[in-house]
């Protein structure tokens, strides 16, 4: 079998690598300075090295569990642009350096599920039973095989009717909120919860919307990149003013960036100007490793520790945890 658990070194060619990767000013995928701080080798080949080996011994370096429980909302409506990736991805990037993560799969099709490794045929207590309010959220967590800091709420095909049956229930906006109470997770007691949405702005995303405060919006950096989010972020303002005060955009993530075009540079920097401070500097890009890995029911960090997928989901996972502190600082104010 070619690539899995057991791959230590990145067999991935360099023939999409952008032709800055050895220039650390220039890399957009080198280290984040949170990371930078932590790393005892300060040249790319060296960080690089000691990131494959935290993804092969996990738990070497442990980041610290924020003070309270972050949630986050993965959306965008424009489906194909890294929201499942990047839920699976950034949670065993968290798992793997010693957070505690819990994955809700919010779309019918459940991809987060299939990478993650945990069975969702239909009639498995799931995200659509968690709804309807069938099973606690403890009754649908599973386990992924990978980690064991690594949990999923799974979705099966059953949630496909979801968003007409949830519009005649009563409090149809807040259900996965009270289904994800402290209460209701604490045996679990994660650190992250990273909500997967399904491509559309219908009743599953405005439930994830209202259960969690932080939104992250992957950006792909293509063509029409910008393209709806816009809308976007005129139903966050409206959850926000109608349903969930605290709801704000934390985190972008520009993914499948292509450094041999000059478009990707160009969407990025336009994505830089329009949300500041809140795009993570580690940016992700294209790579066969990081689409290959959910047909193996993995995430690219188990399925290629060592390529430069894997590399920049631990980055941008270190990135994310590093802004805990700020982010409850700004809370308690
Ligand atoms: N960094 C990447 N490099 C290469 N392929 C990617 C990358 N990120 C995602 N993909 C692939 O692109 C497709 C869409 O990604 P996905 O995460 O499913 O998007 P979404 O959840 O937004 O619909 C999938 O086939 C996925 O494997
Ligand atoms: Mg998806």
């Given at each position: 079998m070619s690539g899995g658990p057991e791959s230590t070194v990145s067999r991935e060619t360099d023939h999409d690598a952008s032709s800055s990767t050895t220039d650390n000013k220039e890399n957009p995928y080198s280290a984040p300075a949170a990371y930078a701080g932590i790393s005892s080798v300060d040249t790319p080949i060296g960080a690089a090295a000691q990131r494959a080996s935290q993804v092969l011994h996990p738990h070497t370096v442990t980041l610290p569990r924020p003070k309270t429980r972050r949630m986050l909302t993965i959306a965008n409506q424009k489906g194909g642009v890294g929201k499942t990736t990047s839920a699976v991805n950034l949670a065993s990037a968290l798992a793997v350096q010693g957070l505690r993560v819990l994955v809700v799969d919010?779309?019918?099709?459940g991809n987060a599920s299939t990478a993650l490794g945990v069975p969702h045929h239909s009639?498995?207590?799931s995200s659509y039973e968690l709804l309807i309010g069938e099973v606690t959220a403890a009754e649908a967590i599973q386990q992924s095989p990978h980690h064991e800091g690594l949990f999923c709420i799974p979705a099966t095909i059953?949630?496909?009717g979801a968003e007409i049956e949830l519009v005649s229930m009563v409090a149809r906006e807040g259900r996965l909120k009270n289904a994800l109470s402290e209460k209701a997770l604490a045996s679990i007691d994660a650190d992250f919860i990273l909500i997967d949405c399904p491509p559309s702005l219908g009743l599953l995303t405005v439930n994830a919307l209202v259960a969690a405060n932080e939104v992250l919006i992957p950006i792909q950096c293509e063509y029409y990149a910008l393209e709806g989010v816009g809308q976007l972020l005129r139903n966050i303002e409206l959850v926000q003013s109608h349903l969930n005060p605290d709801l704000h955009v934390s985190t972008v993530l520009l993914t499948m960036y292509d450094g041999r075009t000059k478009l990707a540079d160009q969407v990025a920097e336009e994505v830089r100007r329009h949300f500041g401070d809140a795009v993570l500097r580690a940016v992700i890009p294209r790579s066969v490793k990081v689409s290959e890995a959910p047909g193996f029911g993995m995430t690219v960090l188990d399925y290629d520790p060592g390529s430069r997928g894997a590399m920049s989901y631990l980055d941008a996972g270190r990135e994310l945890a590093a802004r805990t502190e700020t982010i409850n600082s700004q809370e308690q104010q």
């Open positions: 919010l779309d019918p099709q009639g498995t207590p059953d949630l496909a």
